[in-house]
């Protein structure tokens, strides 16, 4: 079975929908979804949300220890950790149970985003490339949940960078990844609220310094004040 972890902070519209798209895959894989609120949320969802997803009100905000609450519950064999904002492909369980029958430990999806435009694109090319940026949470990590457990889960002190600091172990400890090469699409609205430089440049700062070895407390206060987000107040 696979597992569909879905961290998120006031995002019911988002949830609906994300839900509703899961929910008509393939049947050929087994598979549960987990919403974890965070604890601010207000579990208001649709009718079809509350029957096809188990709806978790965590006990800590925050990415990392959401996630982590919803997978020590999780009865899969594989995590797969998606965005609230992101769409999967028709093909996205038969793509993880392929990849991990490749006799791969992890994976992610290359993704482009839900607007057209040339810088766009560009940013979606190299999310199909295995580089700097490779392991950012909209690639939607999936990972068998053997592995997920024995690398010690998410840190949960990283208030920022929770995805790139978990790559980093699988890298160390030399677990075999794939980057799946079947779009995501994951929503724009990032570059909605700030300029396409601004996002791309204080994303090129923030990855920069996390690996120079900037706590993430101080990740997360520069990436508040660069980056606007009024969809997730």
Known sequence: MISIIIPAHKEAENIDFLVRKLSGLTKKEPFEILVALSPESQADFCNETNENAIILKCHKKGRASQMNEAARIAKGDVLAF?????????TFLLDIRRTIKEDYD?????????KESLPLRINSYFTGKDGIFTG????????KTEHFNSLGQFDETQVLMEDFEF?????KHGLRYKIVKNN?????????SNSYLRVNLSNLLLVVLFKMGYSSQKLKTLHDKLIRTPYNT
């Open 136 to 143: 950012g949470g909209d690639q939607c990590l999936f990972i």
């Open 106 to 114: 992890a994976g992610f999806f290359s993704y482009r985003f839900d």
């Open 184 to 192: 995501l699409i994951v929503s724009a609205r990032k570059y909605d």
């Open 82 to 90: 998606l965005h609230a904002d992101v769409r999967p492909p028709e």
């Open 167 to 171: 790559f980093k172990r699988l890298k």
